[in-house]
């Protein structure tokens, strides 16, 4: 079946460093792909995503691009921030039961603290 | 403001007693989802419903129990044979119709004692 591989955390990083959080995934068809990131205590927040190959989600600074080649989707950020700190999940789009159905599959969450 | 509502944020219960979860979505959306959190793990699916009177069972739906009578509702029943009910459960919602973008609700934090 379909699946998400996250890179396994915890990540920890000072303040203005690079960021990369590696995301590959196994699925059947061509599924959108998401990032999604969750704070303390909190549901989870859509970050970004892209729905076909080549396609680059951004926002906030961050930025992942859909390689269907590679099948990757690996989340980068230039220069995180304390407020970055938080735990990310990647996660595709799959089919569900039922006409039209759609279910999403996570990965298992990278947990990244950043420090000052 | 449009959203998806989760009540309790805290909730306790007793070992063998059922306890029902509520979520509450505004934002017109025919698709819904529950979600259960464990510490250290990915999210997994409990049940889903594409649309009223209408719901699929998820990859962890043994005791659980879900309805759809209404398009903002879906509660969520966590029963006595539930093995290990304490978790962290999350709502969601989509447009349907094979969009698969989902917005989460704040979560309930369930405690068996």
């Known amino acids: 079946g379909d699946s998400v591989t996250q890179m396994e955390g915890p990540v920890t990083l000072s303040e203005e460093a690079f960021l990369t959080i590696n995301c590959t995934y196994t699925?059947?068809?061509?599924?959108?792909l998401f990032w999604y990131v969750q704070y303390p205590g909190e549901g989870l927040q859509l970050l970004l995503k892209?729905?076909?190959?080549?396609d680059k989600g951004s926002n906030k600074g961050f930025e992942a691009t859909y390689r269907k080649e590679t099948t990757s989707f690996h989340l980068e950020k230039g220069s995180v921030q304390v407020s970055d700190s938080a735990v990310y999940f990647c996660?595709?789009?799959?089919?569900?039961?039922?006409?039209?159905?759609?279910?999403?599959?996570f990965g298992q969450g990278t947990r990244l603290t950043i420090n000052p | 403001d449009g959203g998806i509502t989760q009540s309790p944020k805290y909730l306790f219960r007793k070992e063998g007693q059922n306890v029902t979860l509520s979520c509450e979505q505004n934002?017109?959306?025919?698709?819904m989802y529950w979600y259960r959190q464990d510490p250290g793990q990915g999210l997994r699916l409990i049940y889903y419903?594409?649309?009223?009177?209408?719901?699929q069972k998820g990859d962890i739906a043994e005791g659980y129990s879900v309805s759809r009578e209404k398009k903002e509702s879906f509660p969520l029943t966590v029963t006595s044979a539930q093995k290990n009910p304490t978790a962290f459960y999350l709502c969601?919602?989509?447009?349907?119709?094979?969009?698969?973008?989902?917005?989460f609700g704040p979560g309930t934090r369930l405690t068996v004692l």
């Open positions: 892209a729905t076909k190959a080549d």
């Open positions: 699925a059947t068809g061509y599924p959108s």
């Open positions: 969601a919602s989509s447009i349907g119709g094979g969009v698969g973008e989902q917005f």
């Open positions: 996660a595709l789009s799959a089919l569900g039961q039922g006409q039209g159905a759609q279910k999403l599959v």
């Open positions: 934002l017109n959306h025919d698709a």
């Open positions: 419903s594409q649309i009223v009177n209408d719901f």
